[in-house]
């Protein structure tokens, strides 16, 4: 990777925090509706431009399979989006989880943006709900493979292409088992920006589970991304996302400009972000196994309590999902495993 | 004269010929139509050598002749968008319509639940839910059989390669219809569904998982047995039901893991999804042909 300041001086992006979306999963969904505010505003007046709000696991993700939330997507978006000054807020949604019933739901909360997931060699299934949201106007349209480094890039075009063919104006390149380093995102982020229209952007989620998330993010610019997720102090699945504040010190210093205050954005991961975590979100012994193992991140915490009921190791359990190549939303699967796995080693 | 009951199969795809496959080991269907949209279609041809009358011109290529062709039962295994259409055509030709399209225009019917009422009620049109829901509905209902359960979940996973572009282009109707069918059939005051699709090789065996919150503590003892004699009532129409691991119990969460091997006529083995859809809409139609031979129904046109 050749980077050089001069280079990327001057770039504009678009960074997304995610501390009130995929940082619900370390918090079990149990973030308050007014905490919610309260992050939000600081992160309006701090001028980060694009803020997600949702159940960890998208719109109708409240079930027994991956928690249920200490309030509904539409009570959170509804108290979120009347306060915003200048933020813009978006929403998740995953085929097979929400259904475009939520996404215009949404819609009438206010929402600027919504993101339509899919794991990355199944973008088709995105095509009734990307269609429905670019048929809504001034709705930003962003089509979100998951899991992207379990293919190789020329197959990831494949699939970013359907998805922008069903209507998304912004793919993004998802690394939510924070297993990719940064030659890995080089590598799919040059080809897509090589291959998609010009207008289309390109975005890069990371996670910090090899401590990689700010230089894939800077890899990921230096590829053609413009809209860059991280979330402040971390907050998100698994060893967390990007760490938001981080990345942002690290675009002032290279002339990146995010137009985010580095220094409310210190105040915000430390004052506020840090206070509310549960555990410490960092790179523990498991969170380190998924991105060596490539395991989706939210399964953390799943793997950790059945490891636990059940007398099993957490990262025994993780590289056996690893092995059997899961999928983002197979929460299910964890403690049917760790049942196969007690019983075969009598810990049951 | 054979003692069978004449059936005609729209859709000439995957679901229709493993469902043809099925239907030639019946005692009491006899399958005499093949109806598709594109004369290139394999599936009609594979029908056209089995023996069957085929056309490439939809339901309005097979109406003139149905009647004396002595159809009585007809399953539709196209999309849920043609389906009632196609379901008012061969209704007032006086055959009944089992429908394995999400469309849900008639009433839910999984087999292990309540077939015999569907059958009772003589309607001339059932929906058949959806695969997910064939999988995971009895389970619900085993649980909500012994005591009052208020949220009913089911999380289907399937392999990419068994989903075809009709799910993919419709993902919310499975999502939408398999969580009505929880609660309509299971007996949970409310239900959700969720479908995951896995492109893992080789293909997974499709596997399900059932949560159930129950109102009060569960009796461990009579679900446990309830699930286990619902899994055998199953077991008798799709082999490869298998119960993996559970009921776990957790507190009012009753949780219960599966696995659905399919017989692997037509279908590939790992596409249990599938298997279990064509598997119940044959035996719904079973009983249905069952009560025509015994002269307690007779399907006419509404």
Redesign the interface.
Known sequence: MRLSNVELKGKKITVHDMCLRDGMHPKQHQITVNEMVTVARAMDEAGVPLIEVTHGDGLGGA???YGFPAASDEDYLTAVCKEMKQAKISALLL???G???HLKMAVDCGISTIRVAT?C??A??S???LTMAASIDHLDTVGFLMMAHMIEPEELLVQLKMMEDFGANCVYITDSAGYMLPDDVTARVALARAELKPETEIGFHGHHNLGMGVANSIAAVAAGANRIDGSMAGLGAGAGNTPLEVFIAVCDRMGIETGVDTFKAMDIAEDLIVPMMDHMVRIDRDALTLGYAGVYSSFLLFAKRSAEKYNLSSRDILVELGR????G??E??I??LA??MAKERGTI | MSNKIKAAIIGPGNIGTDLLMKAQRSDVIEPVWMVGVDPESPGLARAAEMGLKTTAEGVDGMLPTMREDGVQICFDATSAYVHAENSRKVNEQGAVMIDLTPAAIGPFCVPPVNLADAVAAKAMNVNMVTCGGQATIPLVAAVSRVQDVT?G?I?A?VS?KS?G?GT?????E???TTAKGIEVCGGAHTG?A???????EPP?IM?D?V?C?THDDPDQEAITQSVHDMIAEVQKYVPGYTL???P?FDGK?V?I?MEVEGLGDFLPKYAGNLDIMTAAGLRTAEMYAEEILAGKFSPAAA
């Open positions: 079930s027994v399979n085929p097979g989880i259904t475009v019933d794991h060699t199944e088709d299934v095509e009734q709900h059997r190549r899961t999928v939303g197979q299910d699967m403690e049917d049942l196969d | 949220y979940e999380v996973t990419s989903a572009p993919r282009k419709n993902i919310d499975f999502t939408r959700k969720i479908i995951i699709i896995n492109p893992a997974l596997r998982t949560h919150l993996k691991n559970g776990v969460r949780s893991y």
